[in-house]
């Protein structure tokens, strides 16, 4: 009773004004907010029971709100990171991709029609303009979607590549129509135009395709790799949250006499739910994120790279007819590109998808590798029509029907990737639907419990 008393003193000022003073309110008000502001009854009244429990409450609240805000705006961020990287980052790489394999083709049909001579065949030049109009289409969608008002900027070195792909290109093409226009002349100097054509796509175009092709791809892992790493920050307020909360009902029971507060309890128990909601969420958002670069980014990056080198080895394999190459320099060029064809496709992992393409695709590599020996064979023979009909004729046991058969191939397994890496990233993103709101939700909640559990224990005071 009597530390009651002393603590309803300390709530009541003592108002001690001359008695000519007591007829002016404005005196008497400003004379009890000084006594009310006075620093040694503010001192008496925070170590107070009442003083402590409001302390106690407004650490706690805060702390709830703190803990729900910080896991809404984590969650949020996360969201709408996958969002961009669904509709932005991935087709953006995925186009990349799509310049690079339209250039190389494109370089490989530009050889293919001179090594029939005279007038290319109908399919070879509707091949090599049709390469020619993809790498032109995915420019133009790449310099759009750039300029995209809900699109992530890139940097200035991919715009300086995409810049220099699209001034060299028509620099290529052009010198592809002059060996074109020498060729059906029955002009040798064609051959040479097309040699430097080649040269400059090789040296030139496809290395800036090559590395925007990278950065694009660097940018899809880097995504990837943020996405799975734990919202520590989320995560440790909420760890925090908890355990003021449990300190709280501790010094509750030890200074009231009070075992358990429904209050805090309830607001304990809201705290809890939000981190077991964010940590099994946040675990599958992370396991569909690795398992879309497991089974869908790395799978992709190695059918990319059998794609362009199967192109580029094409390349090699007709300039060598085109030039009638005695150096073997196209010869290493298209065993050391098949070499490391082989080991990708031999080394591709039996689970991931697109497994079954890369099955088929092996024995056509080995038959291509028998038809180029074939041609080879044929020209050291001093053939050189024979050699050209193995190259380019339409037989099933011919180069042209490999070829055309690996690269489809290929093309398939790219796609079914692509697939499987989109749809994990779009479960990880559902995986965190409702949370960030319902994170909001639940910090608020155990806010008012806090207050609603102390409330009876302040009227105590009165």
Known sequence: MARTEQTTALLQPSVTAEPGA???????????????????????????SPGRLIAIGLLLI??????????????????????????????????????????????????????????EPQSVRDRYSQAIGEAAAELVAQSGRAAGPSVVRVD??????????????????????????????????????????SNQMQTTVLPMAEELQNRRSAAVTDAQRNHVRPPWTAIVLLLVAAAALVWGQIDLAKRWRRMFNPGLLLASGAVLILLAWTVLAGSVSAASMIHGRDDGAVPASRLTESR?????????????????????DYDRTFDANITRLAELLGGYPSSAPAAADVRNAIPVLGRWR???QRMNGTLARGDYNGAAAVATGPGAADATAQVDALDKALEQGINKTRDTLRDNISRAARALDFMAPGALVLGI???????????PRLREYR
């Open 22 to 48: 007591r007829d002016s309110p404005a005196v008497l008000r400003s004379t009890v907010l000084r006594e009310q502001l006075d620093p040694t009854r503010l001192r008496l009244f925070a170590k107070s």
């Open 445 to 455: 909640i155990a806010a008012g419990c806090v207050g609603i559990g102390l409330w």
């Open 156 to 197: 200035d070195a991919d715009t300086q590549l995409r810049t220099g792909i699209a001034t060299s290109l028509p620099v290529y093409t052009g010198v592809v129509e002059t060996a074109r226009t020498n060729n059906r002349s029955g002009y040798p100097v064609g051959a040479a135009y097309l040699s430097e054509a």
């Open 62 to 119: 805060g702390l709830c709100v703190a803990a729900g805000w910080v896991t809404a705006a984590t969650v949020g961020e996360r969201q709408q990171a996958l969002d961009v990287l669904l509709d932005d980052t991935e087709p953006d790489a995925y186009s990349a991709h799509r310049l690079y394999t339209s250039l190389s083709i494109a370089d490989a049909a530009a050889s293919t029609a001179f090594i029939a001579g005279g007038l």
């Open 308 to 328: 362009i080198l199967a192109q580029q080895a094409r390349s090699a394999e007709t300039l060598k007819l085109v030039s009638r190459d005695a150096t073997g």
């Open 370 to 372: 028998a038809a180029h």
